[in-house]
């Protein structure tokens, strides 16, 4: 306990945990090794790292750095003190018009290129893992990915670092005296690297080793060419640090040059009948400047046309021994675009292609292919079998030696009894990653594993290659950096480390080892434990989009202690089973917003959001759902009750309703009772009383079905009165005709039982729903002589509706019926007709899509209605899911806190005259969260385009 008392002392109570489920959740990263670590902590900045290394160092405990989780290698896992420096590093400064770039550690490539987009650069490296993977890691393995190369690696592009060192001293590589600075407080360490930078140069056929090694892409060992390339101590400090996988130190900020983000682009996929015969053709099709060349083989075809969206190219052929090439080149103009094409056209016809290679500049199509190629790992290994684990390699030869390694590859992959391997990669490099799968717990296949291995080893260095191209060494290669290099140089890189890491806390066994097996140790089990989850392959890229994940656990998280408990009950330790459980009912069932956003970013489509919807169902006793059933029967005196009781909350004293309402969350659980609070607002007006509620005249185009939200909270000062207000007085302007189901007051999407878990309750919603809607489509056929389709203006309302009709046209049931959200309806059937004045047009409006726009491809739309009714539309690059998920930001509102937090900070820089969303609850999140008031789109489009509005209901006429 002394480890972790001090810890706490040097980083506060709540940045340290020891806790079951914090120790399990965070072991696990996307690679093939599991290392449970003694305690997690979390450092806010520079100076707690240095805190937290003092701390490790007195206690002789190693210390793994963490952020994205997304390394493959096992770089990001270790035993003693694993140290979050994601949640408290994220900052992103645009630098000379977005030339350069500062960024700490803890910021996703992705944010960081949104941040560059309209600056039109980007960051160099440009891992397939972009959406996930952060900065630090990209540092710290110094990746590359798909176009980089070796010139626009991390390495390349680095300007300057903040490194915090083992000792705790702060460097920033900036600062004009950082080497006078380097000398009086690490004069031991600048005199060991000047004297290693002489001794290496003094040694030709050293120095020929690293420059023929660091010719092409390699992360086996250290960046030793920083002794060649530099002679200021300084500046080989920095440049050791890229590729060390927090051995050396840590990055707490870097400032990059960035490349231009080249804005025409044609793509496409050149199929081959082989591998051989793709890796023979990559020669000829270099020379022609692609700027992407990207392999995937037969198996990764396979899987990739079980995705209902992949692209017609794949499936035009019956798959065999073939092979694909994904191709792209990128220009500055279209007439260099057009030479680079005509170039690449004449070697492309010239290939014997099995289906026709088309390249295309169109956006999506482009986009299409791309999903593909940058979901592919994690797709191949969530295909993998039940109860196996995917170990993920990767290897360089010279590009002219591609083709015989590869035929070498699949040779050697047979021999060894591998079942339909996995090759892939970034061919215009020569770096194949290939994946295998094996059950990490028989001897048999632990024995397979490392005589495969190996023979891989022989394999790559004898067509002269490097074991590792940019996945890092990590432990997977730590016992062959000394096959790879010569003695000479694998002594400057122990003398490296024992400078920089004279206590080796810093992630030991990693990059470097004295273990010849330390590549089959650790290697990670992967228990069958839940249907809706067991493809995950723990690869964090659900990680970005989770509302939770700095309250409490992500995606991968919750899966992850779910493997851990089963494990459990395996081994039979019950004491672990029962703190597991304790802990996750808070961690990762209340605060899951089930919101489905994990689903869009998981390239094998998980929503771990279904899982915990059945761990809640599961949970329910029988007086909960008879409660829930029973609300769904009644659901009109719901909603009536519920904005009754705001109505009342909001006109007396505030501590007559804080008073009884903390009494009864005390009492019936925080999870039942919801918090109420000031600025909630009060009840909302009946449906049926409200315009639009008995229809919209005109020629029908669509049958209106409100959402229940307007009935229980009211709009927020909008002229029209909410947004089935708007909608009814847009259409009218359009004239475009709406009619209303019967029985509207008692009808709901369905989501408030869904989410919770109650099916019963869902299944009575469900039917009244289909009944009432089923009935106003034969009005609407009886009147138009065609099907319309239902309107919904609230978009979770939308995603809620749309699944009970998708499962209804499963089933068979005739009521199905197609769903429009009103955003979209308004988009296509109103705004086309209207005159819009420009002096009525908003000056600014900053828009947060919902998580159910974004699933629903409503965005586009979004940005279409913005755009109509004002002359500026800002969307924060930090937008996320708000987390209020119906009523869950109201039962526990830390959650829509933490989501919100980041989204907040740029609507207060950029500060718009409006804000809007599209979904009354988020729009009550994001007022909460930002102190602005938001509205729906569709409530400030119908203050643009009507000004003051007529009193009365608009109704239907037939």
Known sequence: MELIDDLRAALGERAVSARALDLHARARDASHYLLIPEVTATAEDAAAVGRALAVATAHRRPVTFRAGGTSL???????????????????????????????????????????LARFGRALGPDPASEAACTVGGV???????????????????????????????????????????????????????????DRVRNDPSTVAEIRARFSMKNTMGYEVEALCDFDDPVEIL???????????????????????????????????????TAAAALPALVATGAAALELMDATSLRVARRDPDAPAVIHGFEIDRHAAILIEYRADDETVLSDLLATGGAVLDALPSVVPTVLTSDGSARAALWKVRKGLYATVAGARPAGTTAL??????????????????????????????????????????????????????????????????????????NLK???????????????????????VMREIKQALDPSGVLNPGVVLTDDSKAHLRDLKPVDTVDAEVDRCVECGYCEPVCPSRDLTITPRQRIAVRRARTRAVVEGDHALVAELDEQYQYDGIDTCAADGMCATACPVKIDTGDLVKRLRQEGRGRLDKTVWRTTAEHWGATTRTAGALLDVAGRVPERLVTAPNSVARRALGADTVPLWSSDLPTGGTTRTRAAGGEGVGGPVAGIFLPSCQGAMFAPAGSRTGGVQEAVAHLCTAAGAGLLVPDGLDSLCCGTPWSSKGYDEGHRVMTEKVLSAVGAARDEARRLTGRDVPVVLDATSCTEGVAKVMEDALRAGDPRATDVVDAVAFVAEHVLPVLDIDDDRRVASITLHPTCSSVKGGLDTDLRTVASAIAREVHVPVDWGCCGFAGDRGMLHPELTASATAAEAAEVARIGSAEHASCNRACEIAMSRATGRTYRHVLEVAADVVIGEVPSGAPHVTS
């Open 73 to 115: 290698s096992g770089q990001a896992s270790g035993t003693g003190i694993l140290l979050d420096t994601r949640q408290g590093f994220r900052r992103v400064e645009v630098l000379d018009d977005g030339a350069r770039v500062r960024v700490q550690p803890g910021a996703t490539v992705r944010t960081v290129n949104a941040h």
């Open 392 to 465: 993920l390699e990767d290897v360089v030869v010279p590009v002219e030696n591609l083709a015989d390694a590869c035929r070498d590859l699949a040779a050697l992959l047979e021999a060894h009894g591998y079942v339909d391997p996995v090759i892939f990669g970034h061919a215009k490099d020569g770096n194949l990653h290939f994946m295998v799968t094996e059950n990490t717990e028989s001897p048999a296949a632990v024995a397979r594993l490392a005589a495969f291995t190996e023979d891989l080893v022989d394999l790559v260095l004898s067509h002269g290659g």
């Open 469 to 491: 191209a940019e996945h890092g060494t990590g432990r997977a290669m730590a016992p062959f950096v000394e096959r790879q290099y010569s003695p000479g140089v694998v002594n």
């Open 139 to 197: 540092i710290a393995n110094n990746s590359s990915g798909m176009a980089a190369g070796t010139r626009f690696n991390s390495y390349h592009t680095l300007e300057s670092l903040v490194i915090v060192l083992a000792s705790g001293t702060v460097v920033d590589t900036a600062h004009p005296e950082s080497l006078a600075r380097l000398r009086e407080d690490e004069p031991r360490l600048v005199s060991v690297l000047e004297s290693l930078r």
């Open 238 to 276: 920095e440049h050791l640090l890229v590729g060390s996988e927090g051995t050396l130190g840590f990055v707490a900020e870097a400032v990059f040059t960035t490349v231009p983000v080249q804005p025409h682009a044609a793509t496409g996929l050149l199929v081959l009948d082989s591998v051989e």
